[in-house]
């Protein structure tokens, strides 16, 4: 009998153990595993339902070089910041993207800037194409480019709020008759890594928060940004950083620091063709 009692008590003991372990217990502690951590932070997968010949057609791979604007004025700085978190429907809406353009705006501003901010449901096919063609077409030799994206990415694909796919040949095609020897781009999304490679040429820094296959993650509602866009903020902002390449290597850092506390797989990187730093 004695034996059967200790048996009974070891059971007893496993159940309660258990019982402690499981997520349905009000009383267990909360153990976040990486999907729970994937799914808090995780800019979702752009869901593209519709047919594919539907589908095809919003797929703008190939457009024209945009011819530069001669009469543009030299010596100065324009930038685009697009920024999109509200998406047509609401199942692939985000977070903080118009936040991330809005900050890039203001800090971009602040360096002498003429910006052309566009968020959320302006953000169409044609009010992209129609600002990116303004400002191709002011790329001229002195002259000072930014541009920055935030927002779904898809395979290689910037996605406007009315679902089109600007892919990176587009947009690299776009830039291509540029003479302007300082440009900066940003683009904080998912697997955008392909326009890192594409927008690849002489005087330009181009940081991208993911590769063509991995995510980008937005913070939590005390960073108020996509992670990659907040510590390039937090570099420029906070800690006096001054120049572009070691913004973009500070964000890089931080973000893979961010994610291995989270087991999170990242791979935010930056192409630099500047010679020496480049200043805002």
Request: glycine share 6%; with cysteine; net charge negative.
């Amino acid at each position: 009998m004695k034996n059967l009692g200790r048996i009974a008590l070891v059971l007893m003991a496993v159940v309660l153990i258990a019982a402690g372990c499981s997520k349905n217990n009000p009383l267990a502690p909360e153990i976040a595993t990486e999907t729970d951590f994937h799914q808090l932070y995780v800019r979702p997968d752009f869901i593209d339902d519709r047919p594919e010949d539907v589908k095809a057609a919003f797929m703008i791979v190939n457009t024209e070089p945009v011819e530069l604007d001669k009469t543009a004025p030299k010596g100065a700085k324009y930038a685009l910041c697009i920024g999109i978190s509200n998406y047509a429907g609401t199942v692939n809406d985000l977070n903080y993207c118009d936040d991330d353009a809005r900050d890039w705006a203001s800090r971009l501003q602040k360096e002498g800037y003429t910006v052309t901010t566009i968020t959320d449901l302006q953000a169409t096919k044609a009010a992209i194409e129609s600002a990116i063609n303004t400002l191709a077409g002011r790329a001229i030799a002195g002259n000072e480019i930014a541009f920055c994206y935030s927002g779904h990415g898809s395979k290689g694909n910037m996605i406007s709020t009315d679902m089109y796919y600007l892919s990176y040949t587009w947009m690299k095609t776009k830039f291509s008759a540029a003479t302007s020897a300082k440009m900066a781009f940003a683009f904080d999304a998912c697997q955008i890594g392909a326009f890192a490679t594409a927008l690849k040429a002489a005087g330009r820094v181009i940081a991208v928060a993911s590769s063509s296959t991995t995510y980008s993650y937005d913070g939590d509602a005390s960073m108020a940004n996509g992670v990659f866009t907040y510590y390039q903020m937090k570099a420029f902002d906070q800690l006096g950083y001054i120049y572009y390449e070691p913004d973009c290597k500070y964000a890089c850092d931080q973000m893979k620091i961010w994610a291995a506390a989270r087991k999170l797989k990242v791979a935010p990187s930056y192409v630099d063709s500047y010679t020496g730093d480049l200043n805002l």
